[in-house]
């Protein structure tokens, strides 16, 4: 409805249409088998992760935050679940993965995923991530791998249940 005024003071309804052609859409599913890395992705992203604390004890926790930042013509991040870590061989022989399915909080046109995880070894490091997102211009799989991150873990000196004082 649009209004026409009279006199300043009181106005008429008058009804408006408008017609537009039809407009066919097709949708498709995106392909199957999917790789194991695929997270739902359509389009698009950007995968960056972070580690805090880098340097630590063996067995002390750490925060590893991985954000998908999408692209401006991307599926939502809605769509977006939690890589699973605890099918990456590195992970699983170096960390114990306290959180294996984080809930993902969505901010703006980025989604952040926290994975919570305690050092096995000294010698534990955050590996190369290889994600998986469906391009649907060339209607295939695309692989994006993280940046490793180094971290500083030192054997834990406080000593464990089995120590005694002699």
Wanted: glycine share 8%; net charge negative; aromatic share 6%.
């Amino acid at each position: 409805f649009a209004a026409e005024g009279l006199d300043d003071k009181s106005y008429l309804p008058k009804r408006i249409v408008a017609v537009a052609p039809a407009v066919t859409v097709e949708v498709r599913d995106v392909p199957s088998p999917r790789p194991a890395s695929y997270c739902g992705g359509i389009g698009d992203y950007r995968w960056v992760v972070s580690a805090s604390p880098t340097r630590l004890r063996v067995g002390d926790p750490l925060t590893l935050t991985l954000d998908v930042e999408r692209g401006s013509k991307s599926g939502s991040l809605e769509l977006i679940s939690a890589p699973d870590l605890s099918s990456v061989p590195e992970i699983v022989e170096d960390f114990e993965l306290i959180d294996r399915n984080p809930t993902g909080r969505i901010e703006g046109s980025t989604k952040h995923f926290s994975y919570a995880m305690r050092p096995k070894k000294v010698t534990a490091s955050i590996p190369r991530l290889n994600l998986t997102s469906f391009d649907p211009n060339t209607e295939r799989f695309v692989d994006v791998s993280t940046t490793p991150i180094a971290l500083e873990i030192v054997e834990d000196e406080r000593g464990g249940a089995d120590d005694t004082a002699g």
